[in-house]
């Protein structure tokens, strides 16, 4: 299996960047595919971002699609999500999570392995 911890969360302003990094340990980590989930206080989790096994494929929830990049490296064991103009409504706990598909899968359910989280909070 894999473990994941997640840093680089943390209070920025409006329109402000963040670099989220997970690093991964355990098992190959070219073989699972990434995602990055958020929960707010009071809301359900929900998907973010997704990337395949090779980061030759990538998906994003409508939200943060064009703010938000998603990428890996497998080298270094670390998949990342970059976050760029930040809106107060992206202040949420972010989880990384992986699991061993071939595809995208943006379902929280169908990843075996999360993150601790970090906290991402954008003041107005």
């Known amino acids: 299996q894999v473990q994941l911890v997640e840093s680089g969360g943390g209070l920025v302003q409006a329109g402000g960047s963040l670099r989220l990094s997970c690093a991964a340990s355990?098992?190959?980590?070219?073989?699972?595919?990434m995602g990055w989930f958020r929960q707010a206080p009071g809301k359900e989790r929900e998907f973010v971002a997704a990337?395949?096994?090779?980061?030759?494929?990538?998906y994003y929830a409508d939200s943060v699609k064009g703010r938000f990049t998603v990428s890996r490296d497998n080298a270094k064991n670390t998949a990342y999500l970059q976050m760029n103009s930040l809106k107060p409504e992206d202040t949420a706990v972010y989880y990384c999570?992986?699991?061993?598909?071939?595809?995208?899968?943006?379902?929280?359910?169908?990843?075996?392995?999360w993150g601790q989280g970090t906290q991402v909070t954008v003041s107005a």
């Open positions: 355990g098992r190959t980590f070219s073989g699972y595919a």
């Open positions: 999570a992986a699991h061993t598909r071939y595809y995208i899968v943006t379902s929280g359910g169908e990843y075996a392995y």
């Open positions: 990337i395949t096994r090779s980061g030759g494929s990538t």
